[in-house]
């Protein structure tokens, strides 16, 4: 049992999604006891058994639903179930579970560590954004600046994007100090799996970058996928009111 929690732990610092599935009620012959626990992954993969059989299999099913959908449920199957209705089994018994998603932390990659990016990364941290500061000016990217980054990634922001392994569940706010760098970034991480893009700038930049977007082949589809002009519309002017605009719709993504 304890060996489960260190491996949740694990997860959680691999920022990879899981559900824990515990027994929670048994009746009738049943492989395993109330209390028994897995781990499902996205894969499909598992860490520890309910028993195999068709109903682990069953329970592997949903526990993917679980992650996707970030929401727990209660699920019963039947081990005496001849007519194939729900396991096929015929050992006798009953079994129900819950299933939880273990939470990773999203994780915000800031393109830029200006006079934006300072007041987003500490708002965003504060509710509860790993922040990862991209920025190629050395003396702006610094711990001293951004204390509480989960990482600080100091280089050409355009080759580091192209790098960068992003999951779908990660977010982008491009910030950096000027028009072309921004659209450099953007064009690097638009094709790859994110769960939101924000771009910083104007009505009137957002249409030039999409002309010069479709003009490199990029599909309406992707391209109507980036929030620009970046964060809620509330009339933002200084730097502070632009991240809390940008933490906004962070918000609003998340939990839609």
């Not at 027994?23 to 996205?42: A, F, H, N, Y």
């Not at 598992?46 to 526990?63: H, N």
């Not at 994110?194 to 249409?207: D, P, T, V």
């Amino acid at each position: 049992m304890k060996d489960i929690y260190v491996k949740i732990l694990e997860l959680i610092e691999q920022r990879k999604p899981a559900a824990l599935v515990t027994v929670i009620d048994t009746q009738g012959s049943t492989p395993r006891e109330v209390g028994t626990k897995m781990l499902v992954m996205l894969d499909g993969s598992i860490y520890g058994t309910i028993g195999g059989s068709a109903v682990e299999a069953l329970v592997i099913a949903e526990g993917k639903k679980c992650i996707q959908s970030g929401q727990s449920m209660r699920v019963t199957h039947s081990l005496e179930d001849p007519l194939h209705h729900d396991t096929g089994m015929i050992c006798g018994g009953r079994m129900e579970f819950f299933i939880e998603p273990i939470h990773v932390p999203p994780m915000l990659y800031i393109f830029g560590a200006g006079h934006v990016a300072l007041p987003l990364a500490r708002l965003a941290d504060q509710i509860g954004f790993a922040c990862v500061i991209i920025e190629d000016r050395p003396e702006f990217a610094t711990r001293e600046r951004f204390p509480a980054a989960r990482e600080i990634l100091i280089g050409q922001p355009d080759l580091l994007a192209e790098q960068i392994n992003f999951a779908g569940n990660d977010y982008i706010a491009i910030v950096s100090r000027n028009h072309e760098l921004d659209f450099q970034i953007l064009r690097r991480v638009i094709t790859k799996p994110l769960h939101y893009l924000g771009l910083i700038g104007s009505k009137s930049k957002r249409q030039q970058t999409f002309t010069r977007l479709q003009e490199e082949g990029i599909s309406p589809e992707l391209i109507k996928t980036i929030h620009t002009p970046i964060g809620l519309e509330i009339k933002a002017k200084s730097p502070e009111e632009i991240a809390v605009s940008i933490v906004a719709e962070l918000i609003k993504v998340k939990n839609s």
